[in-house]
């Protein structure tokens, strides 16, 4: 069993130390997933972009769909970059988008037929992003 704290600072358990070693990726495994090649960038379909607006954020996030998987690529207020591909599942509210590197604190994101972009935990949607008309 680990320890581990969350945004919030509180402090949880995980059980399952191979989803710890799971989420664990190489600086160059990183790289590669953040070096898309032209002809990628070419055929990837934007489906929205969005800002995160909370207090000491500002990120800005963009949902690609490429060969039928997603990708979320996350631009930060500091500079730094994250592209994820994400599982999609679909469900009443929409399509549920999970990190394919997982989770440890069960948060995904939630894409609504609106085009809203929701950050979500086991328990509810607790955010939902703003659509960043600027990028679109």
Same mark, same amino acid.
């Given at each position: *069993?680990?320890?581990?704290?969350?945004?919030?600072?509180e402090v949880?358990?995980?059980?399952?130390?191979?989803?710890?070693?799971? *989420?664990?990726?190489?600086?160059?495994?990183?790289?590669?997933?953040?070096?898309?090649?032209?002809?990628?960038?070419?055929?990837?379909?934007?489906?929205?972009?969005?800002?995160?607006?909370?207090?000491?954020? $500002?990120?800005?996030?963009?949902?690609?769909?490429?060969?039928?998987?997603?990708? &979320?690529e996350t631009?930060? &207020?500091?500079?730094?970059?994250?592209?994820?591909? *994400?599982?999609?599942?679909?469900?009443?509210?929409?399509?549920?988008?999970?990190?394919?590197? $997982?989770?440890?604190?069960?948060?995904?994101?939630?894409?609504?037929e609106g085009?809203?972009?929701?950050?979500?935990?086991?328990?509810?949607?607790?955010?939902?992003?703003?659509?960043?008309?600027?990028?679109?």
């Amino acid at each position: *069993m680990a320890l581990v704290r969350n945004k919030a600072d509180e402090v949880i358990q995980i059980e399952k130390e191979a989803k710890l070693k799971e *989420m664990e990726l190489s600086v160059v495994e990183k790289r590669r997933r953040l070096s898309w090649r032209e002809d990628e960038l070419q055929s990837r379909e934007v489906v929205g972009r969005w800002t995160d607006e909370r207090p000491l954020l $500002g990120d800005n996030i963009t949902l690609y769909k490429q060969s039928g998987r997603y990708y &979320l690529e996350t631009w930060y &207020l500091d500079g730094c970059h994250s592209l994820d591909e *994400m599982i999609s599942k679909q469900t009443e509210e929409g399509i549920k988008l999970e990190d394919k590197g $997982g989770n440890i604190f069960g948060e995904y994101f939630m894409f609504t037929e609106g085009k809203d972009l929701k950050f979500c935990n086991s328990n509810h949607c607790y955010y939902t992003a703003k659509v960043n008309v600027e990028a679109a």
